[in-house]
């Protein structure tokens, strides 16, 4: 398995998979499924953009990009990532780190490609017909976009919140089990694994009553917080927030926002919104990104007090957006 | 009644200037009354209707009705209806089948193009004459087998009327899924078929059960395509290749037979008291499913 993956490097070195030898399959971190046989674009060898493959020395931590060696070890890393609609790039050349049990917000104009950022980080860009994507994309050392990388592992260990509540037309117990029951998990650990994650998320307090009510029952925010849980409960490592906040109320809102600093003790946790309030209250590292480039990203606290760019500065001052 | 208010300043008045309050009040009244007048109109036919028909076949309905054959000038309905039931039992079968996956197909995996030719040709086939599928039947399934009318015949032919409204229904309630749910499916990890058997197929359920429903209520009453197929009999059919009779038949073989023959005329009104009583069950089933649904999804397609 790790050999399929090892034939299908691209062109960064990366460090050999850590798989605790204690860990179950599915609990591992390694995406690769020796049946998955699918070709994705992103295997073509030449990237489109002009400039040239990193020198092999660019590895995680190493890079300009990221800060210095107090950081927690990096666990999406992405490398000269271009999105393609046609002729026209949706992302240029983007390159960053995501570490682990950090927070790290993404800002921006609407339609700069926030979205269409994270939205490659687990490959649901796949869903969006006529996207190309080129570029590298590693979760701990493994191209995502590997021939042998099997994506309902990926987004599973890589979960996602989106825009709007999406809770599914089920109880609240069966949301939160939807992924569980995909991968066949036993009743004992579904009921477990449930109550944990519905605690985690923050809702068990208030839901422990009746967890078989319908999920569409519930209020805007708790709708929200379901859709955290559900991704907590297949055990991501990962998880990526689309404007989580944007369809919520104040209080609904602060209870997320408290929510992701419960998560970032474990989880590395990644916030698109264009609430630069948001980003300054949640984030422990911002991103700014703007019409597809990434323009700055630092320490949060020193994007917005002492950006280097002038364009981060006006963005964050608001004489823009 | 509003009236000017001396007291007010000019433009401070808000109320009618005196005559429009009466016209407008008036062509309320008037609106009311037509709408009033259109509605009875509608109703009327139909109660009309049910009671001339339960008045001639409701005196002599009894347990015979229902459990004796039709033979000479007397007996009862009931090879008619377990032919109705037989020849209805296959067409949904077979409709539901083909209908249910060209839905799926059209709604989920075609090509938009495809979808579209497909969905076209949906609608060209629910407007075909149904006396022309029935001729079509009788071509196909009558001489051409050498199998002479026969019962399979007709729940084929009847089948093949019902397939498109089962078809559009069915392609509708998956295009009606909201496209929220799909990227939520796949971003826990389902794969398409798996969004399709937990997420998308409930949603669709309703829509599709109902427009199930309907096309039987629709084939219940189709009569050519039978008679064209199915043939008649007044016996049971002990196999699928022999022909059958069935309510509608029954109508159409007895209606103008003269009075002094006229238990036949009688039997053609049960006939025709049973199908209504069979419409109105598929049809009241149809509301208590999707008002049922309609409670458990509020909110979903907000
Ligand atoms: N599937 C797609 N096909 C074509 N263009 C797209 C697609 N998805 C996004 N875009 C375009 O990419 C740009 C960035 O979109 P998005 O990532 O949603 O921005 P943001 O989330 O920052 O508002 C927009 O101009 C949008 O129109
Ligand atoms: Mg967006």
Redesign the interface.
């Known amino acids: 398995m790790t050999a399929a993956l090892e034939d299908e490097l691209s062109y960064l070195p990366r460090p050999p998979l850590p798989i605790p030898a204690s860990a179950k399959p599915r609990d591992a971190e390694d995406l690769g499924k020796s049946s998955f046989s699918g070709v994705h674009p992103m295997s073509s060898p030449s990237p489109p953009s002009p400039t040239a493959p990193p020198s092999p020395s660019l590895g995680a931590g190493s890079s300009p990009w990221a800060s210095p060696a107090t950081r927690p070890p990096s666990v999406i890393t992405v490398r000269e990532l271009w999105v393609w609609a046609g002729k026209k790039a949706i992302l240029s050349d983007i390159n960053l780190d995501f570490a682990e049990r950090e927070v790290t917000a993404i800002i921006g104009p609407s339609g700069c490609g926030k979205t269409t950022l994270i939205r490659t980080l687990n490959r649901m860009t796949e869903v969006s017909p006529g996207l190309k994507v080129r570029g590298s994309i590693q979760y701990k050392g493994q191209d995502i976009y590997g021939r042998a990388v099997n994506p309902v592992l990926l987004r599973q260990r890589v979960g996602m919140v989106f825009q709007r509540p999406t809770v599914f037309p089920l109880s609240v117990f069966e949301n939160v089990a939807f992924g569980l029951r995909l991968n066949r998990e036993s009743r004992d650990v579904v009921e477990t694994k449930v109550v944990d994650s519905l605690k985690r998320a923050g809702l068990y307090e208030e839901l422990k009553d009746n967890l078989h009510r319908s999920a569409l029952t519930l209020s805007g925010g708790q709708q929200q917080r379901l859709c955290i849980a559900r991704a907590l409960a297949v055990n991501p490592r990962v998880l990526l927030l689309d404007e989580p906040t944007s369809s919520l109320d104040p209080s609904a809102t602060q209870k997320v926002e408290d929510l992701l600093f419960e998560l970032k003790r474990e989880y590395a946790v990644i916030i698109v919104t264009h609430n630069m309030q948001q980003a300054a209250r949640v984030a422990d590292r911002t991103a700014f990104l703007y019409q597809g480039k990434l323009i700055e990203v630092d320490e949060t606290k020193r994007l917005f007090e002492n950006p280097r760019e002038k364009l981060t500065e006006s963005y964050v001052t608001g004489r823009f957006g | 009644m509003a009236v000017a208010n001396p007291t007010l300043a000019f433009g401070e008045d808000l109320s009618y200037a005196r005559g429009r309050l009466l016209v407008r009040l008036g062509v309320d009244r008037v609106i009311g009354w037509v709408l009033l007048l259109a509605f009875v109109i509608v109703l009327f036919p139909l109660v009309d209707m049910l009671g001339w028909i339960a008045e001639r076949a409701l005196p002599t309905f009894t347990w015979a009705t229902l459990a004796d054959n039709q033979i000479g000038t007397g007996g009862g309905l009931h090879s008619m209806i377990l032919g109705t039931l037989l020849i209805l039992g296959l067409s949904t079968g077979i409709a539901t089948a083909i209908g249910v996956l060209a839905g799926l197909y059209t709604a989920e995996f075609a090509p938009r193009r495809v979808a579209e030719v497909g969905r076209l040709g949906g609608y060209l086939l629910a407007g075909v004459p149904a006396i022309v599928l029935g001729y079509f039947g009788f071509y196909l399934l009558v001489l051409y087998t050498g199998w002479n009318y026969n019962t399979l015949a007709g729940g084929i032919t009847l089948g093949i009327f019902m397939v498109p409204f089962i078809f559009r229904t069915t392609d509708l309630a998956f295009t009606n899924v909201?496209h929220?749910?799909?990227?939520?499916?796949?971003?826990?990890?389902?794969?398409r078929w798996?969004y399709l058997y937990?997420?998308a197929f409930?949603?669709a359920m309703p829509t599709m059960l109902s427009g199930v429903f309907l096309a039987m209520a629709l084939g219940l009453g189709e009569t050519a395509p039978l008679l064209l197929t199915a043939g008649w009999s007044n016996t049971v059919p002990t196999n699928l290749l022999e022909p059958t009779g069935y309510l509608t038949g029954c109508i159409w073989n007895f209606y103008d037979f003269p009075s002094t023959f006229g238990h036949y005329q009688t039997l053609a009104f049960q006939a025709a008291f049973l199908l209504i009583v069979i419409v109105v069950i598929l049809n009241v089933s149809v509301q208590v499913i999707a008002e049922h649904y309609r409670r458990?999804?509020?909110?979903?397609f907000a």
């Open positions: 909201p929220d749910q799909k990227e939520a499916a796949l971003a826990m990890g389902s794969s798996q937990r997420v409930p949603i458990k999804l509020r909110g979903l």
